[in-house]
């Protein structure tokens, strides 16, 4: 990936604005999800928008399955 990601991450029970900024960088975009997703609810993507998305279209599918 050319970009870093970044994002936002931090314990369900604290507030947002308690959550750390962070800058990721992975080489394929496939391994940024899986480690994203391996996080559930504590990572939140901020950029690129495109991979926010994505990250939340998957979140929203797998809620269902629970």
Known sequence: M????????GNRGKSR???ILVEL???WEDEAKGFILGFA???NVIEPKHLRME???WRA???KFR
Do not use: H, L
Request: include cysteine; aromatic fraction near 14%.
């Open 41 to 43: 609810d504590q990572i």
């Open 17 to 19: 604005e308690d959550w």
């Open 25 to 27: 960088y992975f080489e």
């Open 55 to 57: 990250i939340r279209r």
């Open 61 to 63: 599918c797998t809620g």
């Open 2 to 9: 050319d970009r870093p990601i970044c994002g936002n991450c």
